[in-house]
């Protein structure tokens, strides 16, 4: 017997499914070529049912959805205290690629955006690239509860073409705030970037961060509960970059967006979700995703400030 769930992530995805607003990302061809028909839906619960339709097996990149995952190793690493010492936490209000630090602070304005992204991938533990980046993949397959990979074509071609977030690493230098080599930095960045995944994994990924830390099915602990808290604490005020504000209107959960077409949205102690869907808005966020997650939190009275 199909559930309430199925029977609402079906009638989502048939609302959205028409909806071919947007464009894929174009800035390297690996992107420009992905499919932008492809959609799927991904409910998970904090126990681990999965509820899924559509391209819910499909594989894209993570993108920017890595965001949160590479600041919460940076906080477990290094500790609230140094990991706020190089990055805010307020909202910045500008595209994710800003070439820009708060002008009071001279940091990055928060963990979400580039700056800070980069910021924290050069705080992620190891004694190499290849030991951090080994870390970073076993943390996000922990999340998702199966081994992830890279994707080598995305991860060259990110690194061949990434002018601008290599502006951002070598402004990071000069202020202090990269404290060794950007180069090294951007290498980890574009890399995690370039972690290929599914629907189905990112629902994994949402309900691991729903059910505090804890992947629903295999067990395993992958984030304290303090962290936890403040990765989505994060996610919500910064997650859906300058669209934050309506996000949190329209939609109130944290979430994280990519734009390889991924959207991840929690909602603490009961679900995770995942959208893909590569057409992106011009904030970088899938349009689908956004309207998906939108209808999904309506009928399933998901925001976080709804009161039964
Ligand atoms: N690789 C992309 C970049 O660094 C990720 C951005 C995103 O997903 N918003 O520009």
Redesign the pocket.
């Known amino acids: 017997m199909r559930s309430v769930v199925d029977e609402v992530i079906a009638q989502v995805f048939e609302l959205c499914r028409h909806d071919t607003g947007g464009a894929v990302a174009d800035?390297i061809p690996e992107l420009a070529s992905a499919d932008p028909d492809r959609f799927g839906i991904c409910v998970v619960t904090s126990q681990g049912h999965t509820y899924e339709i559509g391209d819910s097996t499909a594989e894209f990149t993570i993108?920017?959805i890595s965001k949160p995952l590479t600041y919460a190793m940076a906080l477990a690493d290094r500790g609230p205290d140094a990991v706020a010492a190089r990055v805010d936490v307020e909202p910045s209000g500008e595209p994710?690629?800003e070439i820009s630090l708060d002008p009071i602070t001279e940091r990055p304005r928060n963990p979400m955006i580039?700056a800070g992204a980069i910021t924290m991938a050069s705080m992620v533990g190891g004694r190499n690239v290849e030991e951090r980046f080994e870390r970073v993949l076993s943390a996000y397959s922990a999340f998702a509860g199966r081994r992830l990979r890279l994707d080598e074509q995305v991860y060259r071609s990110?690194a061949r073409t990434?002018y601008?977030?290599r502006a951002i690493g070598y402004m990071l230098r000069s202020f202090d705030i990269l404290g060794s080599e950007p180069d090294a930095a951007l290498d980890l960045?574009?890399r995690q970037?370039s972690i290929a995944l599914t629907c189905r994994d990112l629902g994994m990924m949402a309900a691991t961060l729903a059910n505090n830390g804890v992947n629903p099915l295999t067990r395993e602990r992958v984030l304290a509960p303090a962290l936890v808290e403040r990765t989505l604490s994060v996610m919500t005020t910064c997650g859906m970059y300058d669209a934050a504000g309506a996000w949190v209107a329209e939609v109130g959960l944290p979430a994280k967006?990519?734009?390889?077409g991924g959207v991840l949205a929690v909602l603490p102690g009961q679900l995770g979700i995942a959208v893909f869907s590569p057409r992106l808005d011009a904030h970088?966020n899938s349009v689908r995703g956004v309207q998906a997650c939108r209808e999904l939190s309506r009928l399933l009275e998901l925001h976080f400030m709804h009161v039964v």
């Open positions: 800035y993108q920017s994710f690629n580039n990110e990434g601008r977030n960045y574009f970037c967006s990519g734009v390889g970088g």
